[in-house]
T-cell receptor, first 113, second 113 residues
Framework: GENVEQHPSTLSVQEGDSAVIKCTYS??????FPWYKQELGKRPQLIID?????GEKKDQRIAVTLNKTAKHFSLHITETQPEDSAVYFC????????????FGKGTKLTVNP | SAVISQKPSRDICQRGTSLTIQCQVD?????MFWYRQQPGQSLTLIAT?????????ESGFVIDKFPISRPNLTFSTLTVSNMSPEDSSIYLC??????????FGQGTRLTVV
């Protein structure tokens, strides 16, 4: 089955700096890669996703890149703000197949003012 | 995004008892998913609930412990049976809209004493 590895487990940056979180997946059939932000005590919120037919997607300060050959994808947050502090999870699934999401272990991002 | 209502939001239960968690969606969906998130951990899929058929359980989860119902396209329940302290966790339901993404209920924080 699918296995998703996520690094780093914790990340601390200064406000205004960029943050990068990386994930690798094992199943070449996976074709959908979402990223979730989870604040303390809240539900995971979908912040951006990418499908295997594109290499990059951007939404304001957030971008995701996908390298299908290497089976890895990354989340990039620019101009970080204290409200970006949260746990971020990457996930992978086979859209059109089982649809079930397999999650990475999460990255706790702290943005220091 | 979908409106997903999950209840109860939290409960404290005695060991050996059972708790049924409800998940209501504001639109019809084919598949609903149940996840467990242990304290400080990532999300682990328990089972996929399809309307009109038996739920599909992931490795390590069995129907006798986590029976699931899916009576229609907008509702599902997960029961945690014969609870022990190790079942203390957050349980989340999720729905996925093809081409849009997966969304989560607010979660049920279960404490078994």
């Amino acid at each position: 089955g699918e296995n998703v590895e996520q690094h780093p487990s914790t990340l601390s940056v200064q406000e205004g700096d960029s943050a990068v979180i990386k994930c690798t997946y094992s199943d070449s059939a996976s074709n959908y890669f979402p990223w979730y932000k989870q604040e303390l005590g809240k539900r995971p919120q979908l912040i951006i996703d990418i499908r295997s037919n594109v290499g990059e997607k951007k939404d304001q300060r957030i971008a995701v890149t996908l390298n299908k050959t290497a089976k890895h994808f990354s989340l990039h947050i620019t101009e970080t703000q204290p409200e970006d502090s949260a746990v971020y999870f990457c996930a992978a699934s086979f859209e059109g197949g089982s649809e079930k999401l397999v999650f990475g272990k999460g990255t706790k991002l702290t943005v220091n003012p | 995004s979908a409106v997903i209502s999950q209840k109860p939001s939290r409960d404290i239960c005695q060991r050996g008892t059972s708790l049924t968690i409800q998940c209501q969606v504001d639109s019809q969906v084919t598949m609903m998913f149940w996840y467990r998130q242990q304290p400080g951990q990532s999300l682990t899929l328990i089972a996929t609930a399809n309307q009109g058929s038996e739920a599909t359980y992931e490795s390590g989860f069995v129907i006798d412990k986590f029976p699931i119902s899916r009576p229609n396209l907008t509702f599902s329940t997960l029961t945690v049976s014969n609870m022990s302290p190790e079942d203390s966790s957050i349980y989340l339901c999720s729905v996925e809209y093809s081409g849009i993404g997966a969304f989560f209920g607010q979660g049920t924080r279960l404490t078994v004493v």
